[in-house]
């Protein structure tokens, strides 16, 4: 069965400071996909990235970056530089063959100006 | 170019009431899926409609059942109604094993 830890409830942080949220990951499949989701208050998933496993290779768009660790079961997420903006709920997600994520509780992000 | 819209936003229910959610895709997606997310909590799948039947089910009662219209649309049905339903349910639609596509959910509340 596939799981997802994320072990931050609430993280607070103030703008401009770099901060990483953690994802740890479970799955018995070699092929598998991992994302990252972000919800705002308005409820909607806006999705930042899918990996898949096969792809270790660290990833980076503009302020956001990812690492990918097969051996430790981890697909951190960091932010450098956080703005008022990043404030929102970010959702980890495993899928087994690419078909149902099942996702993490959540970590909330809060960033103060 | 719409994406995936969900009707209606809120709504309040009386426990042991029926209700349903409606989901309209994203163009050119022909597979829905359901999924409840309590306050605080990840969202937790509940159903995955593809070519007008049920193509997989998570953990969750026979109180939940849906449906798939020729047009790719679906609605969430949820019987008897307890207090624990009350939740944000998030539709999602995709098309093959491409990403999903999520619409900002209805937030339901059982009193």
């Known amino acids: 069965a596939q799981k997802v830890t994320q072990a931050q409830t609430e993280i607070s942080v103030v703008e401009k400071e770099d901060v990483t949220l953690d994802c740890v990951y479970e799955?018995?499949?070699?092929?598998?996909?991992l994302f990252w989701y972000k919800q705002p208050p308005s409820g909607e998933l806006v999705f930042l990235i899918r990996r898949n496993s096969f792809d270790e290779q660290n990833e980076i768009s503009g302020r956001y970056s990812w690492n990918f660790q097969k051996s430790t079961s981890s697909f951190n997420f960091t932010i450098t530089a956080s703005q008022v903006v990043d404030s929102a709920v970010y959702f980890c997600a495993l899928s087994e063959g690419g078909y149902i994520p099942t996702f993490g509780r959540g970590t909330s992000l809060i960033v103060h100006p | 170019d719409a994406g995936v819209t969900q009707s209606p936003t809120h709504l309040i229910k009386t426990r042991g009431q029926q209700v349903t959610l409606r989901c309209s895709p994203k163009?050119?997606?022909?597979?829905v899926s359901w999924y409840q997310q309590a306050l605080g909590q990840g969202p937790q799948f509940i159903f995955q409609?593809?070519?007008?039947?049920?193509?997989q089910r998570g953990n969750f009662p026979d109180r939940f059942s849906g449906h798939q219209f020729p047009n790719y649309s679906s609605e969430l049905n949820v019987n008897a109604l307890l207090l624990g339903d009350s939740a944000l349910y998030l539709c999602?639609?995709?098309f093959g094993t491409g990403l999903f596509a999520f619409g900002s959910g209805t937030r339901l509340t059982v009193v």
């Open positions: 799955t018995r499949d070699t092929t598998y996909y």
């Open positions: 409609y593809y070519e007008e039947e049920e193509r």
């Open positions: 163009s050119g997606h022909d597979t």
């Open positions: 999602a639609s995709s």
